[in-house]
């Protein structure tokens, strides 16, 4: 049982550059969620979906946009990257009833140059 | 809006003593959820306790324990018997019923030998 994963872990961009970040969860999840994590300020909401083809925002979605096609997947795509958005990104699951466990994947440190 | 408050950025105690986390928050809502996340180096994030605001009794897991105190807003980590292993960030969060987890800014914990 994989759980979350979060591709890919690491990646350098350049200033305007875009990319696809991928999460997949195999546990059948309704809700999934983006993160970023800078320090000393705990992790902040990106986008999220209660299930799929839905999206919403979430605290800081600006220069971010978010897909769920399919259930098990959920992307978070940055169009034209700027150095504010280097952080670590984290993924998240989480089953319909509201106080299960949140699963997290590994995390992505994404650097923009 | 919802606000959840770490005020330690960081703790350090011996191994084997006991250590408490604060956390206070701030919602209208009457019916949510808080959550302790352990982050070690690993970047993972782990669950290490819930309690539902609609319960009085304070959650226990093992050497993990929490004071909440609804009135006060005031959700506290207790780590009894402290252990290396627990050196890790240490993350408050609370649910609300838009399924929205709102983070605390962390609290760094070293247990020293």
């Known amino acids: 049982n994989a759980g979350v994963t979060q591709t890919p872990k690491f990646r350098v961009l350049k200033t305007g550059q875009s990319m696809t970040l991928l999460c997949a969860q195999d546990?059948?999840?309704?809700?999934m969620y983006w993160y970023r994590q800078d320090p000393g300020m705990g992790l902040r909401l990106i986008h999220y979906?209660?299930?799929?083809?839905?999206?919403a925002k979430g605290e800081v979605p600006d220069g971010y946009n978010v897909s769920r096609l399919k259930k098990q997947n959920f992307l978070l795509g940055l169009e034209s990257a700027a150095p504010s958005q280097t952080s670590v990104y984290f993924c998240?699951?989480?089953?319909?009833?509201?106080?299960?466990?949140?699963?997290f994947g590994q995390g992505t440190r994404l650097t923009v140059v | 809006a919802q606000t959840v408050t770490q005020s330690q950025p960081e703790m350090s105690v011996q191994e084997a003593e006991t250590v408490t986390l604060s956390c206070t928050y701030d919602?209208?809502?009457?019916?949510?959820?808080l959550f302790w996340y352990k982050q070690p180096p690993s970047r993972q994030m782990i669950l290490v306790i819930r309690?539902?605001?609609?319960k009085q009794q304070n959650a226990t897991e093992n050497r993990f324990s929490v004071n909440f105190q609804k009135a006060a807003k005031s959700f506290s980590l207790k780590i009894s018997d402290s252990q290396l292993g627990d050196t890790a960030m240490y993350f408050c969060?609370?649910?609300?019923?838009?399924?929205?987890?709102?983070w605390g800014a962390g609290t760094k914990l070293i247990i020293k030998p």
């Open positions: 979906s209660v299930g799929e083809g839905t999206t």
């Open positions: 309690q539902e605001a609609y």
């Open positions: 998240a699951s989480s089953h319909r009833v509201i106080n299960t466990e949140a699963f």
């Open positions: 546990m059948n999840h309704e809700y």
């Open positions: 919602t209208s809502e009457n019916n949510y959820y």
């Open positions: 969060a609370l649910m609300d019923s838009n399924y929205q987890l709102i």
